[in-house]
């Protein structure tokens, strides 16, 4: 059979909760201004429905929510809520400058989740639903309800608490494989049961959410699309809790490039992917695998001489899809030190970022510096600098006036820093195990805190003894993490940068963030 025309093709809607399930990653907490940029990103890529945060659990996640209601222009914005009229009330309050907004509701159906997280009966259950959904509509018609672990729920009681969520209104009705336990056949299996058994599921949209803890949560929610779901809930990079949610670029290419055998179509500008990927890696800190499908920074290199001999002769003998379609640059040499601001300009266009004169100008001055130590520069550096370049840089509370580390065999391994601290330049020395550490003892001398460093992570951005080294730093003070994030040729100088835009980070969030308020979790 001929393959459908894109027009023909069914529509799948997608659902990105980066923000919400890939926030509750242990370690993955973002900013404020770091959400923002993301959600606006999403946005403009074409995503349909933006998770935006569960506005109960604290009060980051309700600003969160509610400031992304604010700017979101085509993205309709969700919050999450369990069963609790506070917790709906809440959500609908978060949401409430929204263009168009969505509350997704949730309560706990398998046998297990009732007995010992809830401590409910099936029949408490029943009514929570109905009284959730209810209320939620109050508020909104686009209500969304979910069965929390229903793919290990008894089908049975999966069908009334369905149908009990429809009759209370819900228009979208997700099938969340909460602990990543279903199978491709399975997965497709209860949204075909639910098509054949519940009245009423023919007027609302079936959504999928799978997390990948067996590395099925792609497969599992394409299997769900071919059996009818037509709204597929995923994050980028596949951020999420425990091994992750469905990653978005992976079901979304998978739909684009096998539109024969999967013949749906979303409206995902997938050249904005890479820029996505890279933008929510350094939010969280968390890097993208080399060898992660679309966008690792293998997904598209050829090693073997055998298939880079194919690829010369023509790129799909090894290659199912062109890397441009995914946002990386045709050429992937990009400038050098004679090339002026209005190359800049068009690289950083071309890689999907279109700045101010006034970033342009900082972005600009580190370019140049970098392009002075290093050759040539690829893309890959210009992501990294745009990434790791602070916008506010000029209100930093801490800011590395000059490093200069001793290190090598023989001990000791020390370094001279000078430090602005609130605009007092201050001078330390200090001594470590390796260079890192004594530019971490140095900055602590100079700014004293308790904060406990959690993660210190060196990526090389290209290869090559002059490759940029990106550094991500975790810390955590009473509960708060805060991530920072450098590149530089100079790995000791990106590591110490990293630091110090951590510490910045934590000073920000000392003075703006409210204590937490009531804990709350959802898979
Ligand atoms: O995994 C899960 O069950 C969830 C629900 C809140 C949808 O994230
Ligand atoms: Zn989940």
């Known amino acids: 059979m001929a393959e459908q025309t894109e027009s023909e093709k069914e529509r799948v809607l997608i659902f990105d909760t980066t923000l919400r399930d890939g926030e509750q990653s242990p370690g993955a907490t973002m900013s404020l201004s770091e959400k923002i940029e993301i959600a606006m990103l999403l946005d403009e890529m074409g995503v349909d429905i ?39 009330d809440r959500a609908a309050e978060a949401l409430k400058s929204a263009r168009s907004r969505r509350i ?47 793919t290990r729920t008894e089908h049975d009681f999966l069908c009334r608490a369905v149908e009990t969520a ?10 969340p494989d909460t602990v990543g336990y279903t199978a491709p056949e399975e997965s497709a299996s209860i949204i075909r049961m639910l098509k054949e058994r519940v009245p009423g599921i023919d007027r609302v949209v079936i959504s999928t959410h799978c997390h990948n803890d067996l590395g099925m949560a792609v497969a599992n929610s394409l299997a769900a699309v071919s059996a009818g779901a037509r709204q597929i809930e995923c994050t980028i990079n596949g951020l999420g809790e425990r091994a992750g949610n469905a990653a978005l670029e992976e079901v979304v290419m998978a739909m684009r490039v096998r539109g024969d055998i999967l013949p749906f179509r979303t409206f995902v500008n997938t ?5 996505a990927s ?36 023509h790129s799909s003998t090894y290659e199912i899809m062109r890397p441009e379609d995914v ?26 970022y279109n700045i101010g004169d006034n970033r342009l100008k900082v972005i600009f001055a580190r370019f140049k510096d970098l392009a002075d130590r290093k050759k040539e520069v690829f893309f890959e550096d210009l992501i990294a600098l745009m990434q790791t370049t602070p916008r506010d840089a000029d209100d930093a509370h801490l800011r ?13 391994r020390r370094a001279d820093i000078v430090l602005e601290v609130g605009g007092d330049e201050l001078e330390a020395t200090a001594q470590g195990d390796g260079p890192v550490d004594a530019a971490f003892n140095a ?8 904060a406990k460093l959690k993660l210190y992570q060196v990526q090389a951005v290209t290869e090559g003894t002059d490759a940029q080294a990106t550094v991500s730093v975790r810390l955590e003070e009473n509960g708060r993490m805060v991530v920072g994030q450098s590149s530089d040729t100079d790995t000791v100088y990106a590591s110490a940068k990293a630091y110090v835009s951590a510490l910045n980070n934590l000073v920000q969030r000392r003075t703006k963030s409210a204590p937490a308020a009531a804990s709350a979790s959802a898979g």
């Open 166 to 175: 429809i009759k209370a209104g819900a228009r979208t009705i997700n099938i």
């Open 271 to 275: 050249k904005k992917i890479l820029q």
């Open 278 to 313: 890279r933008l929510v890696s350094s939010a969280t800190g968390f890097p993208v695998q080399y060898n992660k499908a679309i966008v690792g920074k293998n997904a598209f290199a050829h090693e073997a001489g055998i298939h880079q001999d194919g690829m010369l002769k």
């Open 104 to 150: 997704h509701t949730f309560i706990s159906t398998s046998p297990l989740h009732m007995e010992f997280k809830l401590q409910m009966k099936p029949e408490e259950v029943i009514e929570a639903i109905h009284r959730s959904v209810q209320r939620a509509r109050k508020y909104t018609d686009d209500v969304q309800w979910s069965p929390e672990d229903g």
């Open 327 to 352: 946002g990386i640059a045709e050429s992937n040499l990009v400038l050098g030190k004679h090339s002026g601001r209005a190359a800049l300009r068009a690289k950083l266009e071309q890689l999907g």
């Open 443 to 450: 900055i602590n001398a100079l700014f004293p805190h308790e």
């Open 50 to 88: 933006v998770e935006a945060g569960f506005p109960i659990a604290s009060e980051g996640d309700f600003r969160a929510v509610a400031e992304i209601s604010k700017l979101l222009e085509n993205a309709t914005v969700c919050g999450l809520a369990r069963s609790s009229l506070a917790d709906i």
């Open 400 to 412: 590395i006036k000059s490093l200069c580390v001793a290190c090598g065999s023989e001990s000791p």
